[in-house]
């Protein structure tokens, strides 16, 4: 078992930055890729980045430029989010895949127009 615990969520206003952290604990040895979705209201969970043991990364379109994941070691995976504007504005949950997916209880994102 895996345990995702998320930080760094709040409010902030447009055109602002916020830094989430995801920290992982349990059988972390089993996790290939880390990263985050995000669900706004109203919408179905979508995908934000995801970043794997060997560095690579994806981004979702609308993040790219914007958003930075990173990873400090196998267990902790960050995301810098820059120039927020309302539509950010979501539940951001930290994932882990390895031999099946692991999420976080989430963490509330509100950009303030």
């Known amino acids: 078992q895996v345990q995702l615990v998320e930080s760094g969520g709040g409010l902030v206003q447009a055109g602002g930055s916020l830094r989430l952290s995801c920290v992982a604990s349990?059988?972390?040895?089993?996790?290939?890729?880390m990263g985050w979705y995000r669900q706004a209201p109203e919408k179905q969970r979508e995908l934000v980045a995801t970043?794997?043991?060997?560095?690579?990364t994806n981004y979702a379109d609308s993040m790219k430029g914007r958003f930075t994941i990173s990873r400090d070691n196998r267990n902790t995976v960050n995301l810098q989010m820059n120039s927020l504007d309302a539509e950010d504005t979501a539940v951001y949950y930290c994932?882990?895949?390895?031999?099946?997916?692991?999420w976080g209880k989430g963490t509330l994102v509100t950009v303030s127009s």
């Open positions: 349990g059988s972390i040895f089993s996790i290939n890729v």
């Open positions: 994932a882990a895949f390895g031999t099946r997916a692991y």
């Open positions: 970043i794997n043991s060997g560095g690579y």
